[in-house]
């Protein structure tokens, strides 16, 4: 006997993952594009507003997922999941990639674009970015002062006090030298998180041995070199944005009354690995 009636394909192709899908769920609804795509609320008419609202919301939406990533990665390495570690850092450095291009399309605004767009930006300024502070105190740029900006905010206040309140990445990668046997002080492995790491001649001492013998300590070479180049990718953003914001602006005071290209110059002086920067100069 047979039937007309259709019947799922056997194939694991294309047709095969539609017959998986809810008949009532789509693509916009699944992605909530409605609400996505309605989140741009430009507050003039000027045409590059909305360029300046998407660039700032999508960099908003990788520093969640660089997060996300790093959550996985610092608790890696707490439990000496080296693996679950170097793939996090690894899908980190990719959007590290799309974040230095995003300024590419920023830099595209004229200075008199800008300057048309500015009066409709009011008080708002990247500085107040919850996000990006808690990346760079998951770095290990810890500064409590730099939170109370957000304050009146008292969910976000919190969450950036947990991330203030514990181990950095570069803390963990550094207990993980100490539990395999590689001689750290104890001041570096015990401390108070809430402020920021301070370089150690022991703790360049205890990167070299792994750098003098990389067959040995491949997998602790390998998340060396990975945090070396999480580091250097930040500081080209950083960069970046100073650069892009000198051509549009020039030196005027930011919005949001930040000091502009002077304080994006000062944070290129930063280090979030010290010793493994500048262990290089003694091999």
């Known amino acids: 006997m047979t039937s007309d009636t259709k019947q799922p394909p056997a194939s694991r192709g294309e047709d095969s993952i539609h017959w998986k899908i809810e008949p009532t769920e789509s693509y916009g609804g699944y992605l909530d594009l409605e609400r996505l795509l309605s989140a741009q609320r430009p507050r003039s008419d000027e045409h590059d507003e909305l360029l300046f609202i998407i660039v700032h919301q999508t960099a908003e939406l990788w520093m969640k997922q660089s997060l996300h990533e790093l959550n996985q990665v610092v608790a890696g390495l707490h439990q000496d999941r080296l693996d679950t570690a170097l793939k996090g850092l690894a899908r980190i450095a ?25 009066p409709h930006l009011g008080p708002s300024s990247g500085f107040q970015s919850w996000q990006y502070r808690a990346l760079e105190f998951a770095l290990g740029n810890k500064d409590a002062g730099l939170i109370e900006v957000h304050r009146a905010d008292a969910a976000r206040h919190a969450e950036l006090e947990t991330f203030l309140n514990k181990p950095s990445l570069y803390d963990e990668a550094l207990r993980l030298l100490a539990r395999r046997g590689i001689a750290l002080p104890a001041s570096v492995l015990e401390r108070d998180w809430r402020l920021p790491y301070v370089a150690q001649p022991q703790v360049e001492e205890a990167w070299l041995v792994v750098y003098r013998d990389v067959e040995r300590w491949w997998d602790l070479y390998d998340l060396a ?11 080209q953003w950083r ?30 002086s930063l280090r979030f690995f010290p010793e493994l920067w500048s262990l290089r100069t003694q091999l």
Do not use: C, N
């Open 94 to 118: 990719g959007i590290q990639r799309l974040l230095i291009q995003s300024w590419d399309v920023l830099s595209t605004l004229t200075p008199h674009d800008y300057v048309r767009l500015r």
């Open 225 to 235: 070199e990975k945090l070396v180049d999480l580091e250097d990718r930040f500081q």
């Open 239 to 268: 960069f970046r944005h100073m650069t892009t914001v000198e051509r549009i602006i020039g030196r005027k005071t930011g919005t949001g009354g930040s000091s502009g290209v002077p304080y994006l110059a000062k944070a290129l």
